[in-house]
Nanobody, 124 residues
């Protein structure tokens, strides 16, 4: 059974750079486009970033471009999200997701496997 498990969340101060990890099991990790999404209270789940199967391409939402970096290690079945210059508005539950498609899709309905999410709270 496919499973994604996020880690690395918690309470962080503005500007402090946490890194999220998402470990995959039960699926052929290198066959999936991997994405990160986030959901703030009372808001929709929004696309954050995606990375291609071979790490050759990445795509970011405008509101994180230049601040967040998505990477993956296919040997470790893990995708990462490095978060820099955090702002209070980045507070949300962050989810990783896997998409068996071939394009870097921003639509959450295209992702068929999801992690349980990890909370990031940005507060001074």
């Amino acid at each position: 059974q496919a499973q994604l498990v996020e880690s690395g969340g918690g309470l962080v101060q503005p500007g402090a750079p946490p890194s999220l990890s998402c470990a995959a099991s039960g699926l052929t990790f290198s066959s999936y486009v991997m994405g990160w999404f986030r959901q703030a209270p009372r808001k929709e789940r929004d696309f954050v970033a995606a990375i291609s199967r071979s790490c050759g391409s990445t795509y970011y939402a405008d509101f994180v471009k230049g601040r967040f970096t998505i990477t993956r290690d296919n040997a470790k079945n893990t995708v990462y999200l490095q978060m820099n210059s955090l702002k209070p508005e980045d507070t949300a539950v962050y989810y990783c997701a896997a998409d068996l498609g071939m394009v870097l899709d921003v639509r959450r309905e295209e992702y068929n496997t999801w992690g349980q999410g990890t909370q990031i709270t940005v507060s001074s």
